[in-house]
């Protein structure tokens, strides 16, 4: 269900159960890549098909809507993916601009990293924080991102991960979004809420 909530502490949430595959979400706009809908064997999943791309993009419009101070939520499965590329997975953006300017977290499925970046032009961007964390394929992991100010707290399955990261950057609003790099990933259960 895609849904803009004014009441209470839910911003967003999107979990694609009343979409019929390979419907694409309203309220979301595609940047790159080849974006669809899928049956997962249990629920209605949101995927980019295609593990060759360099990077797939996808960003979460809600209604036009853009948070300053939030927490994302996101489940996420890897796939398949290319086992050539240390970099290859997925990325979950947020405070995105424009196409050079937004925060994104890299999960790295071959190389077991989180990369916390701050992207501002051409290239990845600048490498604001990491740690080392153990993915396997077709296991659902549950990530959060608490963004206050300039300061990004990561989890995963509640597991803290990052703690207060300082961006520097000077990106105080924007939409959340989606992406995989080299990776056919799943996406689900997609919420902001305040903080």
Same mark, same amino acid.
């Given at each position: 269900?895609?849904?803009?909530?004014?009441?209470?502490?839910i911003?967003?949430?999107?979990?694609?159960?009343?979409?019929?595959p390979?419907?694409?979400?309203?309220?979301?706009s595609?940047?790159?890549?080849?974006?669809?809908?899928?049956y997962d064997?249990e629920?209605?999943?949101?995927?980019? &098909?295609?593990?060759? !791309?360099?990077? /797939? %993009?996808? @960003?979460?419009?809600?209604? #036009?809507?853009?948070? $300053?101070?939030?927490?994302?939520?996101?489940?996420?499965?890897f796939?398949?993916?290319? &086992?050539?590329?240390? !970099?290859?997975? /997925? %990325?979950? @953006?947020?405070r995105y601009? #424009?196409?050079?300017? $937004?925060?994104?977290?890299?999960?790295?499925?071959?190389?077991?990293?989180?990369?916390?970046?701050?992207?501002?032009?051409?290239?990845?961007?600048?490498?604001?924080?990491?740690? #080392?964390?153990?993915?396997?394929e077709g296991v659902?992991?549950?990530?959060?991102?608490?963004?206050?100010?300039?300061?990004?707290?990561?989890w995963?399955?509640?597991?803290?991960?990052?703690?207060?990261?300082?961006?520097?950057?000077?990106?105080?609003?924007?939409?959340v979004?989606?992406?995989t790099?080299?990776?056919?990933?799943?996406?689900?259960?997609?919420m902001?809420?305040?903080?």
């Amino acid at each position: 269900m895609s849904q803009l909530i004014i009441n209470g502490n839910i911003l967003m949430m999107e979990d694609f159960e009343e979409l019929t595959p390979p419907q694409n979400p309203p309220g979301w706009s595609q940047i790159d890549g080849n974006w669809t809908t899928c049956y997962d064997g249990e629920n209605i999943v949101y995927q980019q &098909d295609d593990e060759s !791309d360099k990077k /797939a %993009l996808t @960003i979460a419009t809600a209604y #036009n809507e853009t948070w $300053y101070n939030f927490t994302y939520q996101v489940r996420l499965k890897f796939i398949t993916g290319n &086992d050539k590329k240390p !970099d290859a997975g /997925a %990325l979950l @953006i947020f405070r995105y601009v #424009n196409g050079n300017t $937004y925060y994104y977290l890299r999960i790295e499925q071959y190389s077991d990293m989180l990369r916390l970046y701050e992207k501002g032009g051409e290239g990845e961007g600048l490498l604001r924080g990491s740690a #080392n964390i153990a993915l396997v394929e077709g296991v659902w992991y549950s990530f959060k991102i608490r963004i206050d100010g300039q300061i990004v707290n990561v989890w995963v399955d509640d597991i803290p991960y990052l703690t207060n990261i300082d961006m520097r950057g000077s990106i105080t609003s924007g939409q959340v979004g989606v992406g995989t790099r080299y990776y056919k990933c799943y996406f689900d259960d997609i919420m902001v809420t305040e903080s």
